[in-house]
Protein backbone atom coordinates (compact mmCIF):
# COMPACT_ATOMS: atom_id res chain seq x y z
CA UNK A 1 0.00 0.00 0.00
CA UNK A 2 2.77 2.62 1.10
CA UNK A 3 4.57 1.96 -2.62
CA UNK A 4 1.13 2.96 -3.97
CA UNK A 5 1.31 5.81 -2.00
CA UNK A 6 5.08 6.64 -3.59
CA UNK A 7 3.82 5.54 -6.96
CA UNK A 8 0.83 8.10 -7.03
CA UNK A 9 2.49 11.08 -5.89
CA UNK A 10 5.11 10.39 -8.90
CA UNK A 11 2.27 10.25 -10.66
CA UNK A 12 0.40 12.98 -10.27
CA UNK A 13 4.59 14.81 -10.52
CA UNK A 14 4.81 13.73 -13.87
CA UNK A 15 1.36 14.98 -15.53
CA UNK A 16 2.90 18.42 -13.75
CA UNK A 17 6.23 17.97 -15.51
CA UNK A 18 4.47 16.90 -18.84
CA UNK A 19 2.08 19.99 -18.86
CA UNK A 20 4.97 22.86 -18.06
CA UNK A 21 7.20 20.33 -20.44
CA UNK A 22 10.10 20.41 -18.43
CA UNK A 23 13.74 19.52 -19.43
CA UNK A 24 13.92 15.79 -17.96
CA UNK A 25 16.67 16.30 -16.00
CA UNK A 26 14.81 18.61 -13.80
CA UNK A 27 12.28 15.90 -13.37
CA UNK A 28 15.02 13.84 -11.67
CA UNK A 29 16.32 16.39 -9.57
CA UNK A 30 13.15 17.32 -8.30
CA UNK A 31 11.64 13.26 -7.68
CA UNK A 32 15.05 12.29 -6.03
CA UNK A 33 14.97 13.22 -2.43
CA UNK A 34 17.87 15.02 -0.79
CA UNK A 35 18.52 12.91 2.08
CA UNK A 36 16.91 9.47 3.85
CA UNK A 37 17.80 8.68 7.26
CA UNK A 38 16.52 6.01 8.95
CA UNK A 39 17.07 4.67 12.69
CA UNK A 40 16.54 2.03 15.10
CA UNK A 41 14.58 3.17 18.01
CA UNK A 42 15.04 0.76 21.12
CA UNK A 43 13.76 1.89 24.41
CA UNK A 44 12.48 0.22 27.70
CA UNK A 45 8.83 -0.88 27.28
CA UNK A 46 7.20 -0.30 31.32
CA UNK A 47 6.99 -3.97 31.75
CA UNK A 48 11.01 -3.91 31.65
CA UNK A 49 11.05 -5.70 28.03
CA UNK A 50 13.45 -4.18 25.60
CA UNK A 51 10.72 -2.47 22.65
CA UNK A 52 12.65 -1.94 19.15
CA UNK A 53 11.10 0.36 16.47
CA UNK A 54 12.08 2.16 13.04
CA UNK A 55 11.82 5.87 13.03
CA UNK A 56 12.70 7.71 9.54
CA UNK A 57 13.04 11.29 8.40
CA UNK A 58 13.30 12.12 5.00
CA UNK A 59 14.31 15.23 3.34
CA UNK A 60 12.88 15.75 -0.07
CA UNK A 61 14.22 19.51 -1.29
CA UNK A 62 15.72 22.63 0.65
CA UNK A 63 15.45 24.90 -2.35
CA UNK A 64 13.58 27.50 -0.86
CA UNK A 65 14.34 27.19 2.32
CA UNK A 66 14.49 25.04 5.27
CA UNK A 67 13.05 21.44 5.10
CA UNK A 68 9.88 21.22 6.89
CA UNK A 69 7.27 18.96 7.69
CA UNK A 70 5.20 16.59 9.71
CA UNK A 71 6.16 13.23 11.91
CA UNK A 72 3.52 10.14 12.01
CA UNK A 73 3.33 7.76 14.56
CA UNK A 74 1.28 4.51 12.73
CA UNK A 75 2.07 1.00 12.39
CA UNK A 76 2.42 1.80 8.41
CA UNK A 77 4.76 3.81 8.49
CA UNK A 78 7.67 2.74 6.11
CA UNK A 79 10.42 4.62 3.60
CA UNK A 80 7.95 4.89 0.67
CA UNK A 81 5.16 6.13 2.63
CA UNK A 82 7.53 9.09 3.93
CA UNK A 83 8.50 9.47 0.36
CA UNK A 84 5.49 10.22 -0.62
CA UNK A 85 4.67 12.50 1.54
CA UNK A 86 8.22 14.45 2.13
CA UNK A 87 7.67 15.06 -1.73
CA UNK A 88 4.06 16.70 -1.09
CA UNK A 89 5.38 18.96 1.48
CA UNK A 90 7.62 20.35 -1.15
CA UNK A 91 4.86 21.54 -3.26
CA UNK A 92 2.82 22.57 -0.73
CA UNK A 93 5.40 24.92 0.62
CA UNK A 94 6.17 26.51 -2.63
CA UNK A 95 2.43 26.46 -3.56
CA UNK A 96 1.52 28.72 -0.37
CA UNK A 97 4.67 30.72 -1.43
CA UNK A 98 6.45 30.42 2.09
CA UNK A 99 10.09 29.89 2.53
CA UNK A 100 10.45 26.36 3.49
CA UNK A 101 11.59 23.34 1.73
CA UNK A 102 9.68 19.43 2.18
CA UNK A 103 10.73 16.79 4.46
CA UNK A 104 8.56 14.24 6.34
CA UNK A 105 9.16 11.62 9.29
CA UNK A 106 7.68 8.72 11.35
CA UNK A 107 8.19 6.02 13.20
CA UNK A 108 6.79 2.38 12.56
CA UNK A 109 4.46 2.02 15.98
CA UNK A 110 1.14 1.33 16.89
CA UNK A 111 0.96 4.50 19.71
CA UNK A 112 -2.04 3.60 20.78
CA UNK A 113 -0.48 0.86 22.59
CA UNK A 114 2.01 2.85 24.66
CA UNK A 115 1.83 4.11 27.74
CA UNK A 116 2.61 7.64 27.75
CA UNK A 117 6.00 7.13 29.32
CA UNK A 118 7.15 5.11 26.53
CA UNK A 119 5.67 7.22 23.89
CA UNK A 120 7.49 10.05 25.58
CA UNK A 121 10.95 7.62 25.79
CA UNK A 122 10.61 6.54 22.49
CA UNK A 123 10.20 10.35 21.24
CA UNK A 124 13.04 11.53 22.80
CA UNK A 125 15.12 8.19 21.27
CA UNK A 126 13.66 9.45 17.99
CA UNK A 127 14.95 13.17 18.68
CA UNK A 128 18.39 11.89 19.75
CA UNK A 129 18.94 9.65 16.61
CA UNK A 130 18.20 12.67 14.05
CA UNK A 131 18.99 15.96 16.01
CA UNK A 132 22.19 16.52 13.60
CA UNK A 133 20.03 16.73 10.94
CA UNK A 134 17.20 19.17 12.27
CA UNK A 135 17.19 22.45 13.64
CA UNK A 136 15.33 26.06 13.43
CA UNK A 137 17.64 26.84 10.30
CA UNK A 138 17.83 23.21 8.70
CA UNK A 139 14.61 21.36 9.20
CA UNK A 140 11.93 21.97 11.50
CA UNK A 141 9.04 18.82 11.96
CA UNK A 142 5.26 19.41 12.83
CA UNK A 143 2.90 17.31 14.65
CA UNK A 144 0.88 14.81 12.43
CA UNK A 145 -0.78 11.44 12.56
CA UNK A 146 -0.92 10.50 16.22
CA UNK A 147 1.75 13.34 17.44
CA UNK A 148 0.52 16.17 19.02
CA UNK A 149 1.80 19.29 20.74
CA UNK A 150 3.45 17.26 23.59
CA UNK A 151 4.86 15.02 21.44
CA UNK A 152 6.55 18.57 19.99
CA UNK A 153 7.35 19.69 23.50
CA UNK A 154 9.30 16.66 24.14
CA UNK A 155 11.69 16.72 20.64
CA UNK A 156 12.20 20.92 21.42
CA UNK A 157 13.53 19.63 24.91
CA UNK A 158 15.50 16.87 23.91
CA UNK A 159 16.84 18.83 20.60
CA UNK A 160 17.48 21.89 23.15
CA UNK A 161 19.60 19.63 26.00
CA UNK A 162 22.59 18.92 22.76
CA UNK A 163 22.25 22.55 20.77
CA UNK A 164 20.74 24.97 23.52
CA UNK A 165 17.40 26.76 23.62
CA UNK A 166 15.86 26.51 20.76
CA UNK A 167 12.06 26.92 20.37
CA UNK A 168 12.19 26.81 16.70
CA UNK A 169 13.31 23.37 15.84
CA UNK A 170 9.79 22.40 15.99
CA UNK A 171 6.01 24.32 14.95
CA UNK A 172 2.88 22.96 16.78
CA UNK A 173 4.26 23.56 20.47
CA UNK A 174 1.91 24.36 23.22
CA UNK A 175 1.21 27.94 23.73
CA UNK A 176 2.92 28.34 26.66
CA UNK A 177 5.86 26.97 25.15
CA UNK A 178 6.13 29.65 22.88
CA UNK A 179 3.80 27.75 20.41
CA UNK A 180 1.93 29.86 18.22
CA UNK A 181 -2.21 30.67 19.08
CA UNK A 182 -4.36 28.76 16.59
CA UNK A 183 -1.92 26.01 15.81
CA UNK A 184 -3.83 23.40 16.69
CA UNK A 185 -7.39 24.05 14.68
CA UNK A 186 -5.09 25.72 11.43
CA UNK A 187 -5.35 22.58 9.41
CA UNK A 188 -8.82 22.06 9.44
CA UNK A 189 -9.61 25.94 9.10
CA UNK A 190 -7.26 25.76 6.02
CA UNK A 191 -9.39 23.35 4.53
CA UNK A 192 -12.76 25.50 5.07
CA UNK A 193 -10.97 28.52 3.77
CA UNK A 194 -9.80 26.04 0.35
CA UNK A 195 -13.37 24.91 0.27
CA UNK A 196 -15.28 28.26 0.87
CA UNK A 197 -12.71 29.70 -2.23
CA UNK A 198 -13.64 26.83 -4.49
CA UNK A 199 -17.43 26.92 -3.78
CA UNK A 200 -17.08 30.76 -4.53
CA UNK A 201 -15.68 30.15 -8.02
CA UNK A 202 -18.16 28.11 -8.74
CA UNK A 203 -21.05 30.71 -7.27
CA UNK A 204 -21.75 28.57 -4.13
CA UNK A 205 -21.54 29.43 -0.69
CA UNK A 206 -20.74 27.02 2.85
CA UNK A 207 -24.18 28.06 3.83
CA UNK A 208 -26.35 24.67 3.50
CA UNK A 209 -23.58 23.01 1.53
CA UNK A 210 -23.77 19.15 2.72
CA UNK A 211 -20.46 17.82 3.91
CA UNK A 212 -19.14 14.26 4.61
CA UNK A 213 -15.82 13.93 6.77
CA UNK A 214 -14.41 10.56 7.17
CA UNK A 215 -12.06 11.16 9.95
CA UNK A 216 -12.69 12.92 13.08
CA UNK A 217 -9.06 13.50 14.48
CA UNK A 218 -7.70 17.17 14.45
CA UNK A 219 -8.49 17.79 11.07
CA UNK A 220 -11.64 16.44 10.65
CA UNK A 221 -13.12 17.86 13.85
CA UNK A 222 -12.11 21.09 13.02
CA UNK A 223 -13.27 21.47 9.83
CA UNK A 224 -16.59 20.35 10.91
CA UNK A 225 -16.88 22.66 13.95
CA UNK A 226 -15.92 25.13 11.81
CA UNK A 227 -18.57 24.39 8.92
CA UNK A 228 -21.48 24.03 11.38
CA UNK A 229 -20.41 27.23 12.66
CA UNK A 230 -21.12 29.10 9.47
CA UNK A 231 -23.96 27.30 8.58
CA UNK A 232 -23.08 24.49 6.67
CA UNK A 233 -24.79 20.78 7.48
CA UNK A 234 -21.87 18.15 8.02
CA UNK A 235 -24.19 14.79 7.41
CA UNK A 236 -21.52 12.29 8.82
CA UNK A 237 -18.65 11.65 10.06
CA UNK A 238 -16.33 9.17 11.32
CA UNK A 239 -13.41 7.74 12.90
CA UNK A 240 -11.62 4.38 13.34
CA UNK A 241 -14.60 2.82 15.07
CA UNK A 242 -17.62 3.72 12.75
CA UNK A 243 -19.88 6.54 11.41
CA UNK A 244 -22.44 8.43 12.31
CA UNK A 245 -25.13 10.29 9.94
CA UNK A 246 -28.22 12.45 10.01
CA UNK A 247 -29.59 13.48 7.02
CA UNK A 248 -30.48 17.03 8.35
CA UNK A 249 -27.50 17.60 9.62
CA UNK A 250 -25.60 16.56 12.79
CA UNK A 251 -24.99 18.63 15.91
CA UNK A 252 -21.57 18.95 15.84
CA UNK A 253 -20.93 20.81 19.68
CA UNK A 254 -23.45 17.86 21.14
CA UNK A 255 -21.04 15.06 18.78
CA UNK A 256 -17.88 16.67 19.78
CA UNK A 257 -19.19 16.38 23.56
CA UNK A 258 -19.99 12.90 22.81
CA UNK A 259 -16.56 12.24 21.81
CA UNK A 260 -15.00 13.66 24.83
CA UNK A 261 -16.66 11.18 27.00
CA UNK A 262 -16.90 8.17 25.15
CA UNK A 263 -13.54 8.44 22.97
CA UNK A 264 -15.68 7.86 19.40
CA UNK A 265 -18.42 9.16 17.22
CA UNK A 266 -20.04 5.70 17.47
CA UNK A 267 -23.58 5.75 18.96
CA UNK A 268 -24.27 9.53 18.75
CA UNK A 269 -28.15 9.95 19.78
CA UNK A 270 -29.85 10.81 17.15
CA UNK A 271 -28.11 9.36 14.75
CA UNK A 272 -27.83 6.42 12.16
CA UNK A 273 -24.88 4.32 12.09
CA UNK A 274 -22.73 4.22 8.87
CA UNK A 275 -19.64 2.51 8.03
CA UNK A 276 -16.19 4.38 6.68
CA UNK A 277 -16.47 2.16 3.78
CA UNK A 278 -20.08 3.43 2.82
CA UNK A 279 -19.48 6.56 4.46
CA UNK A 280 -17.64 7.33 1.45
CA UNK A 281 -20.64 6.47 -0.83
CA UNK A 282 -23.09 8.93 0.31
CA UNK A 283 -25.18 12.08 -1.29
CA UNK A 284 -23.65 15.09 -0.46
CA UNK A 285 -22.15 18.28 -2.21
CA UNK A 286 -18.49 18.07 -0.44
CA UNK A 287 -16.54 14.81 0.46
CA UNK A 288 -13.91 15.09 2.81
CA UNK A 289 -11.70 12.40 3.77
CA UNK A 290 -9.75 13.68 6.63
CA UNK A 291 -7.96 9.83 7.91
CA UNK A 292 -5.79 7.74 5.94
CA UNK A 293 -4.82 7.73 2.23
CA UNK A 294 -5.94 5.90 -0.49
CA UNK A 295 -9.29 5.60 0.44
CA UNK A 296 -10.82 7.07 -2.95
CA UNK A 297 -9.75 4.16 -5.50
CA UNK A 298 -10.77 2.90 -8.86
CA UNK A 299 -13.12 0.50 -6.74
CA UNK A 300 -15.36 3.16 -5.64
CA UNK A 301 -14.92 6.43 -7.81
CA UNK A 302 -17.54 5.22 -9.71
CA UNK A 303 -19.66 4.96 -6.92
CA UNK A 304 -19.24 8.47 -5.03
CA UNK A 305 -21.90 10.81 -4.82
CA UNK A 306 -20.45 14.30 -4.60
CA UNK A 307 -19.77 17.18 -6.70
CA UNK A 308 -16.19 17.89 -4.92
CA UNK A 309 -13.88 16.21 -2.81
CA UNK A 310 -11.78 17.88 -0.64
CA UNK A 311 -8.59 16.47 0.25
CA UNK A 312 -7.84 16.04 3.79
CA UNK A 313 -5.91 13.89 4.62
CA UNK A 314 -2.51 13.07 2.20
CA UNK A 315 -2.82 11.48 -0.54
CA UNK A 316 -6.34 10.32 0.04
CA UNK A 317 -7.18 9.68 -3.81
CA UNK A 318 -4.91 7.14 -5.80
CA UNK A 319 -4.16 8.06 -9.07
CA UNK A 320 -6.72 5.96 -11.19
CA UNK A 321 -9.52 7.48 -8.73
CA UNK A 322 -8.76 10.72 -9.93
CA UNK A 323 -8.84 9.82 -13.67
CA UNK A 324 -12.38 8.52 -12.89
CA UNK A 325 -13.54 11.65 -10.88
CA UNK A 326 -12.13 13.60 -13.73
CA UNK A 327 -14.09 11.94 -16.38
CA UNK A 328 -17.61 12.29 -13.89
CA UNK A 329 -17.22 15.97 -13.49
CA UNK A 330 -16.47 16.06 -9.79
CA UNK A 331 -13.45 18.82 -8.80
CA UNK A 332 -10.85 17.35 -6.47
CA UNK A 333 -9.59 20.60 -4.54
CA UNK A 334 -5.88 18.42 -3.76
CA UNK A 335 -4.32 17.82 -0.91
CA UNK A 336 -1.30 20.18 -0.90
CA UNK A 337 -3.78 23.07 -1.35
CA UNK A 338 -6.68 21.93 0.97
CA UNK A 339 -4.65 20.91 4.20
CA UNK A 340 -1.89 23.29 4.15
CA UNK A 341 -3.14 25.75 6.82
CA UNK A 342 -0.97 23.99 9.35
Request: charged share 25%; aromatic share 8%; net charge negative.
Amino acid sequence: MNALAFETTQHFIHQAFAALELDPTYEVLLTTPNREVRVELPIKMDDGRLGHFIGYRIQHDNSRGPYKGGIRYHPLVDVDEVRSLASLMTWKTALLDIPFGGAKGGIQVDSTKLSEGEKERLTRRFTERIHHVIGPTTDIPAPDMYTDAKVMAWIFDEYSRRHGFAPGVVTGKPVDLHGSLGRDSATGRGCVFAIREVLGHDDRELAGTRFVIQGFGNVGSWAARLLHELGAKVIAVSDVNGGVFHGDGLDIPALQKHVQETRTVVDFPGSEPVSNTDLLTLECDVLMPAALGHVITKDNAHELRTAYVLEGANGPTTAEADDILRSRGITCVPDIFANAGG
